[in-house]
């Protein structure tokens, strides 16, 4: 089930938040659970068994490595968990891509090759995977006690506002809201959540959705048959897209917990006004971030390590495995080394000289190289996308695709809100509708309305996506 | 419960109030036009479940039937068309001054999608060969073509669409017409030519079909057409006309599918047809077939024929048999084929556009009856 849906909008999400809400406090994880699972189950009925037994196996094992004082034992019991879900990661995300490698250079030797598996890849099994490994990980470094029952655990793994596309919350982040978190729960965070969530959903559905359709007409044509023109439409749209989706699923989940009482980690900051490519991945797809360094470069020695050489090569293949942590694919890797070798290259120049450049350069080129790579990001292959950056580059401006009026104007409005924090008025806004604790009740009461008038925009836009009537109809 | 909380209780119970429609309509909401189908309710299985066919039948259930769909659908509707001037019905081009096409008919006009002609010669036979049964039992016969919107309102085609016209399958069709004497009558051409000489639009901005003035005046014609061709004695029809600064349903047809909150109006004068027979005591009242494609609903809606034949069938094309009294009837070979024999007069009836769709069936039965 995804959130721009009249299944989720009009059906369950009115249910769920009656029936929440009616509730004795003591039922309400009970609830969300049975709804989380019937969200996730909605959409991948068979897979729901594999996160019950993985989740089971998991919890269990912490429990036992918590309990136990043996060094040896507790790392066994830390490799095993660790194993079994990376190891379900791998089967199910990506066996065939490194069946399909293999297969490439046992041809190319004249060797047989493998028989691709038969695998269907469960709904947001990257980001629970990340998350599990979270909860093992915390309670091995004694960051924080596992959850004395299995189904805070279920809890915590399922809870369907960032079970399918985050943020991703490390354990330690949320372990004591899912018991703790009535007492602070106050009117403010309903009201403040429901307007993050209407603000998420018209990213999605006004504004993703709509330059997204150009972005798919671009990228899909006949690159031969593009200009320049045509190109960088489709590289910016596609921009646009991926930060707005994205970041509009975020705000969703993130204003969907907060209803329910919980505050999950920021997950997008305005990544687009970052002035390097540094500053950039401290803003977007923060909590991927944050996992990476903490659960992967800080282990492989982080910035401690004896050589600059070793530590660009960790900045690399961090920024590598994030690409593939993405999909199963060499563009996504491409992609993550193109950002890994440009946060080397930032690290080479230093901070200080680069601080000499103006802000609205630094800002503009950094906004430059971000929409490069997700050409990358965007084609199905490699070669596709060198072809696509070489249009974009072959300075043919004159011929074009028609526009039509409503990408022109949504494409210009995202623009502006990508780049709108620039100026104070715009951070204010952001501020109080983002972070703010408490607000006034008539400032509430104007987001609301707003909210409000998005809500049924974005159900007005869902509900009509399928109508496109004949005109036959008297005859 | 402060203020906040009575905010928050109101927005959920808003946001659950289509819900709450679904299950207990108390807002009945106004039903959508065009053309459209609506899914119906999944039926649970564990087997459907699993393979997530229950799940998929049930999110378009609920997708088309939740409370204030046609609301919801005509206010996006509403806001495409006001800000980004975008028109939610099916291959429905928007031309120049508001003035409204389905995509095939500019296509037909310049060309785009014409027969070969080899399919012209094969299917203009195959007319001649219905022609010359009727005639040779002493039977009327005429081919009515009735307009394309395109040719008739050609300036209104939208810039990006107005390539280089190219010959036609219509106009291919004239010429095999006169070359192997097919009786018709060429609405399309003589509407295009003479729209200037009437006062009221033929066809109009917003429908697609000839306008209902447009329709009675080419019914008029066409009795007498078959009064003056084949000395009938059909009654005649009077076209009058009733001024009006708004279209009636027949001529926003494509504009009704866009489901607009507000209805587009329209700077267009338009008439309403204000039809009167004269008595005529030595009128006949013939039987007649009419085999048509969707030109002859708005004639048939205006209920000419009905006043002015006798009983008469309505062969929608050559798959719905339709009588004098509004009732479909079984589209049977023996029926059919005995209503052949009974009639006095028989009209094919098609736009430039599909001259050759209304032939298919129809020479099945004169086959049977050769």
């Given at each position: 089930m995804v959130f721009s849906s009249i299944t989720f909008l009009i059906f369950f999400l009115p249910v769920l938040l009656f029936v929440y809400y009616l509730a004795d406090n003591r039922y309400k994880n009970i609830i969300l659970l049975v709804f989380s699972a019937a969200f996730y189950a909605w959409g991948a009925p068979k897979f729901i068994f594999v996160i019950l037994l993985t989740t089971f196996v998991d919890f269990h094992f912490v429990k036992w490595l918590y309990d136990t004082n043996n060094p040896?034992?507790?790392?066994?019991l830390f490799l095993a968990s660790l194993s079994i879900n990376l190891g379900l990661l791998f089967y199910f995300k990506y066996c065939n891509f490194f069946i399909e490698n293999a297969n490439r250079i046992l041809t190319e030797a004249g060797v047989g090759t493998f028989p691709l598996l038969n695998v269907v890849l469960p709904i947001g099994i990257s980001f629970y995977t990340f998350e599990s490994i979270t909860y093992m990980v915390d309670v091995y470094r004694r960051v924080h006690a596992p959850l004395r029952k299995f189904w805070e655990y279920q809890l915590y793994i399922i809870?369907?506002?960032?079970?399918?596309?985050?943020?991703?919350?490390?354990?330690?982040?949320i372990a004591d809201q899912i018991n703790g978190r009535f007492s602070n729960h106050r009117i403010d965070d309903k009201l403040l959540g429901l307007n993050r969530f209407c603000i998420g959903l018209a990213k999605k559905v006004l504004i993703a959705n709509v330059v997204g359709k150009e972005a798919d007409a671009i990228?899909?044509?006949?690159?031969?048959?593009?200009?320049?023109?045509?190109?960088?439409?489709?590289?910016?749209?596609?921009?646009?897209?991926?930060?707005?989706?994205?970041?509009?699923?975020?705000?969703m989940a993130i204003g969907l917990a907060r209803m329910f009482g919980f505050r999950l980690p920021e997950n997008f900051n305005n990544p687009y006004i970052s002035k390097s490519i540094t500053e950039f991945w401290r803003r977007w797809h923060i909590t991927l971030g944050s996992w990476m360094k903490n659960y992967l470069y800080i282990p492989l020695g982080g910035n401690k390590v004896k050589s600059n050489a070793r530590l660009y090569f960790n900045l690399v293949m961090v920024f590598a495995f994030s690409g593939l942590w993405h999909g199963a694919?060499?563009?996504f890797i491409i992609w993550g080394l193109y950002h890994g070798l440009w946060m080397v290259l930032e690290r080479l120049?230093?901070?200080?000289?680069?601080?000499?450049?103006?802000?609205?350069?630094?800002?503009?080129?950094?906004?430059?190289?971000?929409?490069?790579?997700?050409?990358?990001?965007?084609?199905?292959?490699?070669?596709?996308?060198?072809?696509?950056?070489?249009?974009?580059?072959?300075?043919?401006?004159?011929?074009?695709?028609?526009?039509?009026?409503?990408?022109?104007?949504?494409?210009?409005?995202?623009?502006?809100?990508?780049?709108?924090?620039?100026?104070?008025?715009?951070?204010?806004?952001?501020?109080?509708?983002?972070?703010?604790?408490?607000?006034?009740?008539?400032?509430?009461?104007?987001?609301?309305f707003a909210a409000l008038i998005l809500f049924i925009l974005c159900v007005s836009s869902i509900a009509s996506s399928d109508f496109n009537p004949f005109i036959y109809f008297r005859f | 419960m402060n203020k906040k909380q009575i905010l928050f209780f109101f927005i959920v119970l808003l946001i659950g109030f289509p819900l709450l429609n679904f299950f207990v309509p108390i807002i009945k909401s106004a039903g959508l036009n065009g053309s459209f189908s609506i899914a119906p309710d999944a039926t649970f299985s564990w087997n459907k479940w699993f393979e997530g066919t229950f799940q998929d039948e049930k999110n378009k259930y609920w997708r088309d039937n939740f409370g204030f769909r046609s609301d919801f659908i005509r206010l996006n509707n509403q806001i495409q068309y006001t800000l980004f001037g975008n028109t939610n019905a099916k291959d429905v081009v928007a031309g120049k001054e508001e003035c409204f096409y389905e995509k095939n008919y500019i296509d037909s006009y310049l060309g785009k999608n014409c027969l070969p002609d080899s399919v012209i010669d094969f299917e203009t036979r195959r007319i001649k060969k219905v022609q010359d049964y009727f005639l040779n039992q002493g039977k009327s016969f005429v081919y009515v073509i009735a307009t394309g919107k395109a040719w008739v309102l050609p300036?209104?085609?939208?810039?990006?669409?107005?390539?280089?016209?190219?010959?036609?399958?219509?106009?291919?069709?004239?010429?095999?017409?006169?070359?192997?004497?097919v009786k018709y009558i060429d609405f399309n051409g003589y509407f295009a030519r003479h729209k200037k000489e009437f006062n009221y639009p033929l066809v109009t901005k917003h429908g697609t079909h000839w306008s209902s003035y447009g329709a009675a005046i080419a019914m008029d014609s066409t009795i007498k057409y078959l009064n003056s061709q084949y000395g009938l004695k059909i009654n005649p029809v009077n076209v009058g006309c009733n001024p009006s600064d708004v279209y009636n349903e027949h001529d926003r047809e494509v504009t009704m599918a866009f489901n607009l909150i507000f209805p587009l109006k329209t700077k267009e004068k338009t008439c309403h047809p204000d039809l009167s027979y004269d008595s005529c005591a030595d009128c006949v009242k013939y039987r007649a077939i009419i085999s048509a494609d969707s030109y002859f609903w708005e004639p048939y809606g205006l209920r000419i024929f009905q006043n002015t034949l006798g009983p008469f069938e309505f062969w929608y094309y050559n798959y719905e048999s339709?009588?004098?009294?509004?009732?479909?009837?079984?589209?049977?070979?023996?029926?059919?084929?005995?209503?052949?024999?009974?009639?006095?007069?028989?009209?094919?009836?098609?736009?430039?556009?599909?001259?050759?769709?209304?032939?298919?069936?129809l020479i099945e039965l004169v086959d049977a009856e050769q």
């Open positions: 040896k034992i507790r790392k066994l809870f369907f506002p960032k079970l399918i596309a985050g943020p991703i919350v490390r354990y330690h982040e990228f899909q044509s006949d690159i031969h048959l593009l200009s320049s023109w045509d190109a960088w439409i489709g590289a910016l749209a596609y921009t646009m897209q991926i930060y707005f989706d994205f970041s509009g699923y975020s705000d694919h060499w563009v120049i230093g901070e200080e000289r680069l601080q000499k450049i103006p802000a609205m350069l630094r800002i503009a080129f950094s906004f430059f190289v971000v929409v490069i790579g997700w050409v990358f990001f965007r084609v199905e292959y490699l070669s596709k996308g060198i072809a696509f950056i070489q249009k974009m580059f072959s300075f043919d401006f004159n011929t074009h695709q028609p526009l039509e009026k409503q990408f022109v104007i949504v494409f210009i409005a995202a623009l502006l809100f990508s780049f709108s924090t620039l100026f104070s008025p715009f951070r204010k806004i952001e501020k109080d509708m983002y972070y703010a604790s408490a607000l006034t009740f008539s400032k509430m009461l104007l987001y609301s | 300036e209104f085609i939208p810039v990006e669409m107005d390539t280089i016209k190219q010959i036609s399958s219509y106009e291919k069709f004239l010429r095999k017409f006169d070359e192997y004497g339709w009588d004098n009294n509004n009732e479909k009837k079984p589209f049977e070979k023996p029926k059919l084929l005995n209503s052949m024999n009974q009639t006095d007069i028989f009209i094919m009836m098609a736009s430039e556009m599909h001259i050759e769709c209304v032939t298919g069936k």
